[in-house]
């Protein structure tokens, strides 16, 4: 489980815990206006309540401690690193394939699960120019490794 980065407790996901409440007090709230504005009010808040566990859950589906170290002890078994070490032979994996792999992984979940990596490519390739860092691979390099991560979080 994450680990909270405050009391270093497991099972911590605030990011996904947040979404979750927002959605679920904007879907509460406009499902409870029927109400009228008590009802708008109670919707919300329930809606919160019940999003923001959804969210956690959700955040949960995909351990990024985990990945993260999946793909750093594997990264060098891969066929395309063989292909991009022939351009950069000094690869490595913080630098280059680590924003990769946590794109594809993070990203994944931001997805329905039916929701294919092809589909999403185009925005993928998009915010790789935003997440790569000081990442030497271009796209077409750094979308194999996108892909894997996808592919792993998507089991």
């Known amino acids: 489980l994450n680990a909270d980065p405050i ?6 996901h605030p990011v996904g815990t947040g979404l979750g409440a927002g959605g679920g007090a904007a879907a509460g709230a406009a499902i409870g206006a029927v109400g009228g504005p008590v009802g708008a009010m ?30 750093r002890n594997n990264y060098s078994n891969t066929p395309y690193y063989q292909t991009d070490v022939a351009q950069y032979s000094d690869l490595d994996y913080d630098r280059d394939y680590g924003s ?15 929701y294919t990596f092809d589909r999403a490519e185009n ?29 792993r979080a998507t089991r």
């Open 7 to 12: 009391t270093g407790e497991p099972g911590s």
């Open 42 to 71: 109670v919707g919300g808040v329930v809606g919160a309540i019940v999003g923001g566990a959804a969210g956690h859950a959700a955040g949960e589906a995909v351990n990024p401690t985990e990945e993260e170290a999946y793909w």
């Open 123 to 151: 925005d993928l390739s998009r915010e790789w120019e935003e997440v790569k860092g000081e990442s030497r691979l271009k796209w077409e390099q750094a979308k194999n490794a996108t892909r894997d991560a996808w592919d």
């Open 100 to 114: 990769a792999y946590r794109l594809g992984y993070d990203k994944r979940a931001s997805y329905d699960r039916d």
